[in-house]
């Protein structure tokens, strides 16, 4: 039996995680593929989908508030570690299913997800060599240079922290004009004209600071923030996630980021 692939999704609050991870898993589906869904989110309250495995049933958002005497956020921070702890318990469970894909939901804030040291070990508990991330980008925030910028950095920071290969995606992007994606994609077919739409945006102290940002980032991953575009409403882009999936686990290469 070869070992099944893991695909994590992952990115800011509402940027569409939990659709997309549910879209995908149906897509797989469809295509004859055996995937399992696993929900990864403590916190969440209503899902768009049903779940194969749920983490809800080991940790959950609500008891442990109750239990400790938590607020939200502290919930959540101990939640995440508890999640940690429990994990190699999930990983018995998975193991029960004979499957070529697990699709994993992660928790509703990414710095839950990027920050917090459990998710190392969660990601390693479950199976580093065969595991890739698609991180979304929100499209409200990625449809200005600033916001593009800044996403760019979480999503760097993100494949920093975790190091397992990652597609970035701009989701929802059927809520994105025409005009918006052919931006968007200048920007990331080339960083002069990121830079360009930088200057143009913002000025003074402020741009200083982006064009700085820029450089760094183009020093980091070679001056290309290739992203692609995903829609669960239209499932655009939802082909490129196996694309990539393909190239990263066919290509004998080893997984390491990109
Ligand atoms: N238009 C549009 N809305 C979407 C799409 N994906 C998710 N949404 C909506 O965005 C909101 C947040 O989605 P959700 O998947 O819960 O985000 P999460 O917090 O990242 O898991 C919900 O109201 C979804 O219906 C999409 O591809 N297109
Ligand atoms: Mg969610």
Redesign the pocket.
């Known amino acids: 039996m070869e070992e099944s692939v893991n695909v994590y999704f992952a990115?800011?609050?509402?940027?569409?995680?939990?659709?997309?991870t549910s879209a995908f898993d149906q897509w797989l589906e469809t295509q004859g593929y055996d995937s399992v869904l696993v929900n990864l989110?403590p916190g969440a309250e209503a899902l768009?989908y049903e779940s194969d495995i749920d983490i809800r049933e080991w940790v959950k958002l609500r008891d442990i508030m109750d239990e400790y005497g938590l607020g939200p956020n502290g919930a959540q921070i101990a939640a995440a570690d508890l999640l940690a702890l429990n994990a190699p318990e999930v990983k018995k469970v998975i193991d029960e299913f004979e499957t070529d894909y697990i699709v994993f939901?992660t928790p509703?804030q990414l710095e839950l997800f990027t920050f917090r040291e459990s998710s190392n070990k969660i990601i390693e508990c479950f199976g580093k060599d065969k595991s890739l991330m698609c991180f979304?980008m929100d499209p409200m925030l990625a449809r200005n240079p600033n916001g593009f910028v800044s996403s760019l950095l979480l999503a760097i920071t993100t494949n920093f922290r975790l190091s397992i290969p990652m597609l970035t995606m701009i989701?929802?992007?059927?809520?994105l004009s025409e005009e918006e994606i052919e931006r968007i994609q200048s920007w990331s077919a080339d960083f002069y004209n990121l830079q360009n739409s930088l200057t143009e945006q913002v000025s003074g102290a402020q741009n200083q600071v982006s064009i700085e940002l820029l450089k760094a980032i183009e020093t980091t991953i070679g001056g290309r923030g290739q992203v692609e575009f995903?829609?669960?409403?239209?499932m655009t882009g939802i082909e490129d996630i196996y694309d990539f999936i393909q190239e990263i686990t066919m290509g004998g290469e080893d997984l390491e980021p990109r």
């Open positions: 990115g800011t609050a509402g940027c569409g995680k939990s659709t997309l989110d768009p939901d509703g979304l989701s929802k992007s059927d809520l995903v829609s669960s409403e239209t």
